[in-house]
């Protein structure tokens, strides 16, 4: 099915683990975005890539790391995990350059004990 | 950096009545994007603004960016059961060539619809 789909939807770890969330989209979207999101705080931009193989951080990227070796893939990475990293994290894509809308995934729920 | 102050940051209101939710910038605003966002599920674009001044509606909802472009409110009329969820401005702080790919979003604002 067409989409952006997230992966897995909800996962608990524990602290010091490495944990990877994927994000998937059908469309051949250029811009790709990883966003956390935490009561009182919103949404927060943690990494957006424009096109394969080209990444860059957004707000808050310290603990992960991104890759985006396709165009359709870009996988989020917690290299150890801490407590602080629970959160619900919103995989994104965007169309086209002059749309202004972002297709948002829908969402997984990390837990870190 | 950008920042979005949204208020309320929660309300309730009866089903039927209407309701605005503002969003204020402490920059300019080149672009305003609202979202909606349901419970336990990712986030639905509703409307973008660009314009000072300019103001859009989809169904029962209504945006508009004010003339100084740095306020956008969000009004619903005759709210309904299906308008509930939390909504979420998000902002360019810069002009861009390629839409809205360094989003800053408020903290949202969560609305229930009482019957």
Known sequence: DAGITQSPRYKITETGRQ????????????????????????????????????????????????????????????????????????????????????????????TVL | SQELEQSPQSLIVQEGKNL??????????????????????????????????EEKSHEKITAKLDEKKQQSSLHITASQPSHAGIYLCGADSQISNFGNEKLTFGTGTRLTIIP
């Open chain 1, 19 to 110: 944990v990877t969330l994927m994000c998937h989209q059908t469309w051949s979207h250029s811009y790709m975005f990883w966003y956390r999101q935490d009561l009182g705080h919103g949404l927060r931009l943690i990494y957006y890539s424009a096109a394969a193989d080209i990444t860059d951080k957004g707000e808050v990227p310290d603990g992960y790391v991104v890759s985006r070796s396709k165009t359709e893939n870009f996988p989020l990475t917690l290299e150890s995990a801490t407590r602080s990293q629970t959160s619900v994290y919103f995989c994104a894509s965007i169309q086209g350059e002059d749309t202004g809308e972002l297709f948002f995934g829908e969402g997984s729920r990390l």
């Open chain 2, 20 to 53: 605005t939710i503002n969003c204020t910038s402490s920059k300019t605003l080149y672009g305003l994007y609202w979202y909606k966002q349901k419970y336990g599920e990712g986030l639905i674009f509703l409307m973008m603004l660009q314009k000072g001044g």
